[in-house]
């Protein structure tokens, strides 16, 4: 099928280069990355992802880790154990 439709959206400069090195990485260029997000669309019947907004227990985790607070473990039961699982 020949590519005739064409794609324009604007985004964050910042965002556009990170993106871009994924792609990189991943062996993709930004045409091959967008028609593989749409190509999911279409067998998803929806976004690929699950996309909600974190509650604030999760906001404050993903902050903290951000900022490099959060708790480090060696081993995966030292997580469990702190999980009280």
Same mark, same amino acid.
């Given at each position: 099928?020949? =590519?005739?439709?064409?794609?324009?959206? #604007?985004?964050?400069? &910042?965002? =556009?280069? +990170? &993106?871009? /090195? @994924?792609? /990189?990485?991943?062996?993709?260029? !930004?045409?091959? $990355?967008?028609?593989?997000?749409? #190509? !999911?669309?279409? %067998? /998803?019947? *929806?976004?690929?992802? +699950? @996309?909600?907004?974190?509650? &604030?227990?999760?906001?404050? $985790?993903?902050?903290? $880790? #951000? #900022?490099?607070? *959060?708790?480090? /473990? +060696? =081993?995966? *039961?030292?997580?469990?154990?702190? %999980? +009280?699982?």
């Amino acid at each position: 099928m020949p =590519k005739t439709a064409m794609i324009r959206a #604007r985004t964050n400069q &910042a965002l =556009k280069e +990170e &993106a871009e /090195h @994924v792609f /990189h990485e991943l062996g993709l260029n !930004q045409t091959q $990355a967008i028609n593989l997000f749409y #190509r !999911q669309v279409v %067998l /998803h019947h *929806g976004l690929p992802f +699950e @996309v909600k907004i974190p509650n &604030a227990t999760t906001k404050a $985790a993903i902050d903290a $880790a #951000r #900022r490099g607070d *959060g708790q480090r /473990h +060696e =081993k995966l *039961g030292e997580v469990f154990a702190d %999980l +009280e699982i």
